[in-house]
Each structure stands twice: as C-alpha cells, then as structure tokens.
T-cell receptor
Framework: DAGVTQSPTHLIKTRGQQVTLRCSPKSGHDTVSWYQQALGQGPQFIFQYYEEEERQRGNFPDRFSGHQFPNYSSELNVNALLLGDSALYLC????????????FGPGTRLTVL | DQQVKQNSPSLSVQEGRISILNCDYTNSMFDYFLWYKKYPAEGPTFLISISSIKDKNEDGRFTVFLNKSAKHLSLHIVPSQPGDSAVYFCGGLTQGGSEKLVFGKGTKLTVNP
C-alpha cells in the first residue's frame, strides 16, 4: 500500500514565476491538506481539500491556490513566486472523519532564486 | 502569535534513558494534540495523540501527558533508542471539528549510543 506521494522532489524557480506541486493521497483517504515548512520552523497549514472543495484555509495569500481531483489527488499552485516562498511543501492525507490522523508525504523542496 | 511553543530547540540523551520533550500552548480552544517525528528528507510521521478529556495516553515506549490548567504537554520516550533521533513536532487542533493542525517549531532529539 503506497503512502502519500509528492512530485517533484526538488524544484528551483525564479522570482515571479509560477509553480505547481502534486500530491497523491494514501489509499482510502479522501482529504488532502497542504503545509509549508520554512527552515527552522514547524509546518504551517495552507489549506485543506475535501470532495474537491477547499474546506479550510490558513493565513496564506491568494497567490496560493489548490485543486483536488475526483481521484482525490491534489495540486498546490503558487503564483508570482517570492524569495520567501522557498520552503519544504508537505502534503498530508486523511480519511474524511473528524480528528483522523494526517499522514504526510516526503515533501517538495522549492527554492526560489 | 505562536500558539504552540516548543522552547527547547534540541535535547540530547543517552541510550536507555528517558527523553522528555515539552510543549506549551496558548490557544485554549485546542482540544486535541498530536506528536509527529521527522527524519531528514522524510515527511513527519505520526507518533501519538491525546484528547483534552484525558491527561495521559500511552503507546509502547511513548507516553504523552497533558496538563490543561498549565496548557502544557510532554512526550516521554522510555527507553530512548538511537533510532529515536529525529525532530519532534507538537501540534494542536481546535474545537469545532477544525482539522487545521497548528505545529510548534520542533525539538531535535539526539540519542547517543
């Protein structure tokens, strides 16, 4: 049983560009959450998708957007990249029940130059 | 405003001894807490959780204690093993079914053989 997978592993972009990160949830999970982990910090919640809709959102600007597909996989899009967007982006999946444990993928390391 | 605080960036213990990792929180709306550990180049892995209606939860070598009046929780690892060396994150969830996990900055545990 594959766990949560993310692609790509690493990515280098320049300021102003746009980026799309991808996540496939663990089998049987229908909820996907995205987190940003800057160096020396804990993961920060960006948003959560359930039934192809954004269910909750953290304190991130509209440059951060997402999508969930019918097969529950998800994308995170970031527009107009800033240097401060350099971070590890983590995807977590869970079943749709309340207080279900979130299982994390290995993350995508984004570097903005 | 940091709602979850892990004030010790690092902790070093001898193999076989007890590791105690501490976490303080300021948001009184948290009603569920989780501990994750993270190895380099991997995503966080769920360890143990505790509901605010309990003061202790145990799973093998891992025990989490919750002191609601002090807004403090701790993770005890007994006995500590070199494979436990990792960064440990404490996270909280608020009442009302929110699945937005709020993490601390983490504590790096090193268990020396």
């Amino acid at each position: 049983d594959a766990g949560v997978t993310q692609s790509p592993t690493h990515l280098i972009k320049t300021r102003g560009q746009q980026v799309t990160l991808r996540c496939s949830p663990k089998s049987g999970h229908d909820t996907v959450s995205w987190y940003q982990q800057a160096l020396g910090q804990g993961p920060q919640f960006i948003f959560q998708y359930y039934e192809e809709e954004e269910r909750q959102r953290g304190n991130f600007p509209d440059r951060f957007s997402g999508h969930q597909f019918p097969n529950y996989s998800s994308e995170l899009n970031v527009n107009a990249l800033l240097l401060g967007d350099s971070a590890l982006y983590l995807c977590a999946s869970s079943p749709g029940t309340s207080r279900a444990t979130q299982y994390f993928g290995p993350g995508t390391r984004l570097t903005v130059l | 405003d940091q709602q979850v605080k892990q004030n010790s960036p690092s902790l070093s213990v001898q193999e076989g001894r007890i590791s105690i990792l501490n976490c303080d929180y300021t948001n009184s709306m948290f009603d569920y807490f989780l501990w994750y550990k993270k190895y380099p180049a991997e995503g966080p892995t769920f360890l143990i959780s505790i509901s605010s209606i309990k003061d202790k939860n145990e799973d093998g070598r891992f025990t989490v204690f919750l002191n609601k009046s002090a807004k403090h929780l701790s993770l005890h690892i007994v006995p500590s093993q070199p494979g436990d060396s990792a960064v440990y994150f404490c996270g909280g969830l608020t009442q009302g079914g929110s699945e937005k996990l709020v993490f601390g900055k983490g504590t790096k545990l090193t268990v020396n053989p």
